[in-house]
C-alpha cells in the first residue's frame, strides 16, 4: 500500500468522524468541532495531492491549503460569535431545544 | 376551396385598441378612491374612445384591408393582433356593451366601497376582451384568455364576504385548470405543425398532418380550455356560484367578456385553425354538437328549477351560450351564421336582463321570483326592457333571438341534422316555461303592500340603472326588426361566413 | 477596457463596503449607492464586449492561473451579474428605508450587504474551482450575518443551522476540490471535466461536489435550512436569498455539468438530479399551501421554484438551458418583489400570520398589488417572465417527450396558484363587521413610501420581462454551453 492511499483512508476515515459529528452531536460547540475535523480532513487530502506530483512538491495546492486554513479559521470565529449571541439571547446551546416557528 | 393566407398591413390600431382601457384601468388605479369625478370621467372617456377605435377598424375592415400588428413574445412564436371581420364582430360587440355597462356600473356601485380597484380591474378585463377579439393566433388568445382570468377574479371577489371568495376559489380552480389542460393543447398543436396564425378555413388544412388522434387530443384539450369559459355542461358549474359578484360584474361576464370569449374561442378554434371540414372529418363536430345540446337542454332544465332570480339568468346562459357552439358545430352556411349572429344576439339580450336584475334588487330588494309580483307597476321602464329581452330569448319573432334560432334550425334542416332542430324546439319551450311565468307575476299580479327592500337613489343614479337596460332591450329589437339591412348582425356574421363557408 | 470594467464591477461595492466601515455614518447612504450604481455602467462595457463577441478575461495583477485569479465573462456569467444588479438595485431601495444607515441595524448592515454583492458578482466570474470556493464562503457568511442581524431568537437559529449546513456543504465541495485537482491537475472549470478520467475517485469527487452544491441551493430533500433562514431574515435580506444567494451554487453546478466538457453527463445522474427537482416543485408547492405565516410560505414556494432548475439536468437541450436561465431570472425578480411585499405587509400588521391579513388590500394596496403582481409570475401565468419560462421549459420537455417533467410543470404553476391565491384572497375579503363598522373615507392609507414602491417596481419588471423576452434571450443565446446552437 503506497502512502498516498494511506494519506487519503485517513483522510476519509477523519472526513467521515466529522460529518458523523456534526450530523450526531447536539451541544453547537461539537458541531463546530466537527467541523473543524472535517477541514483537518480536506487539508490532508490536499497534502496528499501536493505531495504525489512528479515534479516534487506542488506549491498550488499548498496555496490552497494556506487559503483554507484562513478562511476556516475565519468561518470558525464567526461561527463562535454567533453562538456566542445565541446563548446570550436564548440560553440555550443546542437547535433542537424548540421548534423554529417562534416570532 | 383550401383556405389561403390572408394579405395583412401593418398597422398599430389592434395594438391601440387593446391599451386604451390598460391605460384607463391604471389610471383609475393610481388615482385612488376618492377622486370620484375624474374616474367616472376617465371611465366614460375611454370607453367613447375604444368605440370609435373599433369604429375605424370596423370601416377598415369594410374596406377591405386587415390592419395588423405583431412582434415576437417568446422565441419562435408572434403576439399577433388582428382585426379580421370576425374580431369585428366581437370587438363591437364588447366596445358597444362595455360603454353601457360602465354607465350602469357608475350608478350602482355610487355607494360601494374599493371603487378604484373595481373599475380598474373592470377595465383591464375588457382589455383582455379586446386582446382576445383582435387575437391573430392561438398563443395570444390564450395570453389575452387568461389575462382575463387574472383581471375578473379580484371583480368576482368584490364583495370580500365569504361567499364572494367561495365563489372566486370555484372560480379559479375550473378557469386554470381548464387553461393548464389549453396549455398542454396549444404546446402539442405547435410541436405538431409549428406556429400558425389564424385563416379562415383552418390554418392546419394547409400543413398535411396525418396524426388522427394527436389532432383530436388537441382540440378536446383546448376546446376544454374554451368550454370552461364558454360554461358548457359539465364544466359550467362556476357561473351560477359567480351569482354572488355585483349585477355589473355578472353582466360582463355573461354578456360582454368571459362567456363570450369562450364561445368566441370555440369559433375560432373550429373556423380558423382546424377548419370546419377538418373538425368534421375528425368527427370534432359532431361531438361537440351533442356537448352543445346537452348543454342547451340542462341549462334550461335546472332555470327552471330555480327561485333566485339572477341564479335563473344564470343558468339560462349556461343555455342560450351554447347555441354560439351548437351553431359552428352543426356546420354549413345557415346554421354558422346562426351561432356568429347569436354571439351579438346573446350578449344584447342576456346584458338588459342583468342590469335589470340589478336595478330590482338595488331599487326594491326584489331577487327572488316570488318577489316579481306586481313589480311591472312600480317600475314599467325597467319591466318592459326585461320583458323584450326574455321574449327575446324565447325566440318570439321579430326579436333577435327569433333570428338566430331561425337560422340555426335552417341550418340543421339543411344539413339534414334533424335533431338539433329537435333540441332547439324543446329549448324554446323551456325558455318560455320559465320565463313567462315572470313577465306574467311582474305585469299581471297585484302589488305587495311592501317592498322588501332597497334605497332610494338620486335621479341620476335612477337614470344610470334604467337608461343602459333600455338601450340594449333597444338593440333587441332593432337587430330583430332590422336584421336584413346592411351591417346589421346578421349582415355581418353573413359576411363572414363567406369566407368559411364557401 | 472591458477586462478594466470586470474589475470595477467586484471593486466598487468591496471598496464601498469597507469605506462604510470608516466613513461617518451620514456617508454611508451616498457611498453604498455609489459602489452599486458604479457596477451598472461596468456592467454595461462587458455587456457591450460580450455582445461583440468576446470572452471578456483578466487575470488580476497579471498573474496567471492557477496560482493567479482568473475572471470571465460569458453571456451567462453576465445574464447572473444583470440580474444581480437588478435585483440588488431595487432590494438596496428598500433597504435604504428598512435599515437607515444612521440606525445600529443599519451601520452593521451597510458593509455586509455590500461585501455580498462584490462576493456574487466575483462568483459568477470565476473560473476555476477554487476561487469559487473562496466566494462562495464569502457568500454563505455574509448571508448568515444578515439573517442574524435583527437579533431575533429564531433568526439566530435559523441562521446558525444555516451556517452550520453551509459550513459542511463547502467542505463537501473544498474535498471534491481537492480530489479533483489531484486527479487532473488543473482547477480551471473548463477544464476539468475534459480531464477527467473515469474510475472511482472521478466519482466520488463528483459525487461530493454535487452534494455540496445541492445542499447550498436547497433542492429537497437538502432544503431543511432554507424555510426558517429565509422565513424569518429581514425583508431585504430575504428577498436577496431567495432572489441570488441560492441561485449561485446551482450556477456553480450548471457550469461543471454542461461547460465541463460531458465528465458529469450520465444519463442516470441527470435523471436523479431531475426527479429530486420534480420532488421539489411538489413538495414545496404543498408546503407552501399548508404554512400560516406568509413568509414562511414565501419561503417554500422558493423550495418548489428551485426544483425547476434542476429539470435542465434532464432535458440538457439548448430549450432548456434556456428557458431555465430565463426561469432563474424570472423567479429572482419576482420573489425578491414578493417578499418586499410580505416583509412590508408584516411591518405594518405587525405579525405576518395569514389571518392578519385579512382586510390587507384596504390599507395597503400597494403591496397587496405588487404580492399579487409576482404570484402572476410566479404562477407562470401570461404575460409575465414566469409564462415566458414556463412555455419554453414545457416545449422543451415536450420535444424530448418527458412526459413526466410536462406533468411536473403543469401541476407545479397550479398549485402555486393555490398558494398565491390563498393569500390575496384574504387580503382582498372583508374583515369581519363586528370588530369595526367601516365608514367610507376613514380607512387609513397605507404609506406609498420607498419600501413600497421597491417591491411593486420589481413586480413590474417581473411582468415586463414577460413581454420584452427578446433582448433578455439575445443574451442568453450568447453563453449558451458548448456544443448547444441556438
Known sequence: MSTEVVYVLAASAVFGAGVYGLIVANHLMRKLLALNVMSSAVFVTMLTVAGTTPEGPDPVAQALVLTGIVIAVAATAFALALLVRLVQETGLVSLRAKDDDGA | MTPVAIETTLHPLPLVVVLVSLFAGLAIAVLGEHQQRLRTVLNLAAAVVKLALVLWIAILVVGGSVPEFRFALVPGFDLVLRADSVSVLFASLSAALWLVTTVYAIAYLH?????????????????????????????????FYELLTLATWPLVVHTGSRAAVRAGRTYLVYTLGGSALFLLGLIWLYALAGPQDFIAGGSLALVDLDETRALQAIFVLVAIGMGVKAAIVPLHAWLPRAMVAPAPVSALLHAVAVVKAGAFGLVRLVEDVFGASLTSDLGLAQALAVAASITIVYGSIVALLQDDLKKLLAYSTVSQVSYIALGIAVGGALATVGGMVHLVHQGVMKITMFFCAGTFATLLGVTRIDQLDGLARRLPWSAGAFSVAALGMIGLPPLAGFVSKWYLGAGAVATGQLWVVGVLVASTLLNAAYFLPLIARMWLRPAPERWPGGTTPSRLVVFGLVAPALFTAFCTIAFGVLAGSSYSPLDWATEIVRGYVP | MAPDALAVLVFAPLVAALAVIVAPPRATTALALAGIALTAPALWVVTAAVLGGEVVEVALAGAAPPLGIAWRADGFSLTMAWLTFVVVAFVSLHALASFPSTSDAGRRFWPMWLILVASVYALFLSADLFNLYVTLELVTLTAVAMIAIGGAPAAMRAAM??????????????????????????????????????????????????????????????????????????????????????????????????????????????????????????????????????????????????????????????????????????????????????????????????????????????????????????????????????????????????????????????????????????????????????????????????????????????????????????????????????
Open chain 3, 161 to 486: 443551522r444555516y451556517l452550520l449546513l453551509g459550513l459542511m456543504a463547502s467542505l463537501f465541495y473544498l474535498l471534491a476540490t481537492a480530489l479533483l485537482y489531484g486527479q487532473t491537475g488543473t482547477l480551471d472549470l473548463y477544464q476539468v471535466g475534459e480531464r477527467l478520467g473515469e474510475g472511482a475517485l472521478a466519482t466520488t469527487a463528483l459525487a461530493l461536489m454535487i452534494t455540496g452544491l445541492l445542499v447550498k441551493s436547497a433542492i429537497v430533500p437538502l432544503h431543511v435550512w432554507l424555510p426558517a433562514a429565509h422565513g424569518k431574515a429581514p425583508g431585504p435580506v430575504s428577498a436577496v436569498l431567495s432572489a441570488l444567494v441560492v441561485k449561485v451554487t446551482l450556477y456553480i453546478l450548471i457550469r461543471l455539468w454542461f461547460w465541463a466538457g460531458g465528465a458529469l453527463d450520465d444519463g442516470l445522474a441527470a435523471f436523479v438530479l431531475g426527479l429530486l427537482g420534480a420532488v421539489a416543485i411538489v413538495y414545496g408547492s404543498i408546503a407552501a399551501i399548508v404554512q400560516t405565516r406568509l413568509k414562511m410560505l414565501v419561503a417554500y414556494s422558493t423550495v418548489a421554484q428551485l426544483g425547476y432548475v434542476m429539470l435542465l439536468f434532464p432535458l440538457a437541450s439548448t430549450a432548456a438551458f434556456r428557458a431555465v436561465t430565463f426561469h432563474v431570472l424570472a423567479h429572482g425578480v419576482a420573489k425578491a418583489a414578493m417578499f418586499l411585499a410580505a416583509a412590508n405587509l408584516l411591518a405594518a400588521l405587525g405579525s405576518d400570520r395569514l389571518q392578519r391579513l385579512v382586510g390587507a388590500d384596504q390599507r395597503y394596496p400597494v403591496n397587496v398589488l405588487a404580492f399579487a403582481l409576482a404570484g402572476v409570475s410566479i404562477m407562470g401565468l401570461p404575460p409575465s417572465g414566469g409564462f415566458v419560462a414556463k412555455w419554453m421549459l414545457l416545449e422543451a420537455a415536450w420535444q424530448s417527450q418527458g412526459w413526466g417533467w410536462v406533468a411536473v410543470i403543469s401541476a407545479g404553476s397550479l398549485l402555486a396558484a393555490v398558494y398565491v391565491f390563498r393569500v390575496v384572497a384574504l387580503a382582498y375579503a372583508q374583515p369581519r363587521p363586528a370588530s369595526s363598522v367601516r365608514r367610507p373615507g376613514t380607512t387609513p392609507r397605507g404609506r406609498f413610501g420607498a419600501t413600497s414602491v421597491a417591491a411593486l417596481a420589481l413586480a413590474v419588471l417581473a411582468i415586463v420581462l414577460g413581454i420584452a423576452s427578446a433582448p433578455v434571450l439575445s443574451l442568453i443565446d450568447l453563453g449558451l454551453p458548448p456544443g448547444m446552437a441556438p
Open chain 2, 111 to 143: 355607494r360601494s366601497s374599493n371603487r378604484a380597484r373595481f373599475f380598474g380591474f373592470f377595465s383591464i378585463c375588457v382589455t383582455a376582451t379586446m386582446g382576445i377579439a383582435m387575437a391573430g393566433n392561438l398563443l395570444t388568445f390564450f395570453v
